[in-house]
């Protein structure tokens, strides 16, 4: 499994962007994938994560109502689309495979991790 996540940039608070986390190597369709960001001088902290039928999330209650996990296991792609973007929500933001099917917002269960891709919003 090989992860790389796109669609960072910089935006207006209100604003919208939707990132994508694609998997360059084998399929993941049977994994959890999550979404992680990490602030400036902060730690990482769990954002969102579907299981591998796309069935199930969960969200961070920071996110929940704004932000939507989504995936197309035929493109091997999982998106997050942002709404409602607020500067708090800049940061660097990473895609991981968990190692078991079922969403989870434990850090300690992605084996895979990709590069991130920095969202930064404006006040």
């Known amino acids: 499994v090989q992860l790389q996540a796109s669609g960072g940039g910089l935006v207006q608070a209100g604003d919208f962007l939707r990132l994508s986390c694609a998997n360059s190597?084998?399929?993941?369709?049977?994994?959890?994938v999550g979404w992680f960001r990490q602030a400036p001088g902060k730690e990482r902290e769990f954002v969102a994560s579907?299981?591998?039928?796309?069935?199930?999330?969960l969200y961070s209650d920071s996110v929940k109502g704004r932000f939507t996990i989504s995936r197309d296991n035929a493109k091997s792609t999982v998106y997050l689309q942002m709404n409602s973007l607020q500067p708090d929500d800049t940061a660097a933001y990473s895609c991981a495979a968990a190692r078991s099917s079922l969403a989870t917002t434990s850090r300690s269960s992605y084996a895979y991790w990709g590069q991130g891709t920095l969202v930064t919003v404006s006040s």
């Open positions: 579907i299981n591998w039928r796309g069935d199930s999330t």
């Open positions: 190597r084998r399929t993941f369709s049977n994994n959890a």
